[in-house]
């Protein structure tokens, strides 16, 4: 068998090695959190695009990072996680590929209770194959974390990623080239895109996207509906999309992640935060195509946002947590409200007597943001 072409490698990007410390960071407290839950005895991640396991200038990649994030949690000082068992599922396509990164895992050794595997062919056929025999045997499939991250705009099916959150305690992180979408739905081999495109949104809803906008307004509509569409599945209520943007202001790609429970988008939040003071790469939401950097300690943008959004009526406090963590760059909306409050825009119903200062949330009934 002929050995692998290390020509076969490319250089990785700052935007690559940023999205693999999100990767590594994230999944350590993923880990450490779900694996001290005793209900869970098996914890999955799934890398839909594997690749070959390294890069020409680094030997750092995201099947790496998940391991060496997993070993990290077991090996922290008072983690109880050996009888957890971490399963690793790499998908990839290409053989030369699998092959390679068959040797960079093998060539570490691992905790007794990791288990992995690489499994040759599309993540549509591999995980949609595993997912479908779940749902046939009626089954519920552990708690998972899937990065997504195809060469492209295509690869990504719509209905692989809404089985995989329709579990609970399972998460996605993929990759959205909006605009390599935009550019299928201007094209001109329309009929050659249209099954592509309704594999992406797992419907029809694409086609009221206006492809005669200019591009960067086209790619912030894709991104726009495909929220609405992860929104709309059951009981996924946080989705929160980063531009990978460089310094320069060139967007790269959009992360985005779902999850069901607010806590997970939280952890991202800081996984992302801490990223970023790399200084590398700033993160930004074109959902409106304006795009807003994220300043994390500027709230007065954000303020006025939620403002826009949530005043004139009462609300209890997770109205604001949530629309903090899905439209903000915020963790929480204390920031936000503490701003709005020095302009004399918050009331608040308090559970007993008012808490003499801040937003502490066990303390408050419901929250009211005047115009």
Known sequence: MPSFNPAALWEAKPHTLAKIEIVRRYLYLWF??????????????????????????????????????????????????????????????RKDFADNLQSVVSATSWPANFKWSIERGSFEEKVGGILGEIKRNKQQLAPTFALVDPFGATGLPF?????????????????????????LITAQAFEKNQQNLDA????????ALDPSLPMSKLAASVLSLYKQRLRSLR?????FPFAMNTRQGQINYHLVFASQHPLGLEKMKEAMKAVDKTGSYSFSDDSVGQPLLFDFDAPSDWAEKMQGALAGAWHPYAKFRDFALNETPFI?????????????????????????RGFPEEKIQSILITK
Request: glycine share 8%; hydrophobic share 40%; proline share 5%.
């Open 200 to 207: 992406l949104f797992g419907d029809r809803s694409w086609q």
């Open 32 to 93: 450490s959190i779900l694996g001290a839950n005793p209900r869970n005895k098996r914890l999955l991640y799934i890398d839909g695009f594997a690749g070959p396991g390294q890069y020409s200038n680094s030997e750092q990649s995201s099947p790496i990072a998940a391991l060496q994030a997993a070993k990290a949690a077991v090996e922290r000082p008072g983690a109880q996680l050996g009888n957890v068992e971490f399963c690793f599922l790499f998908v990839e396509k």
């Open 235 to 239: 009981d996924v209520h946080y989705v």
């Open 159 to 183: 209905q692989v990623i809404s089985d995989i959150l329709s579990h609970s305690s399972c998460e996605v992180l993929l990759n959205l080239d909006s605009d390599g979408i935009g550019r």
């Open 332 to 356: 929480n909306p204390k920031a936000m409200l503490e701003h709005l409050k020095l302009a004399g825009k918050v009331q608040v119903s308090w559970r007993g007597e008012p808490a003499k």
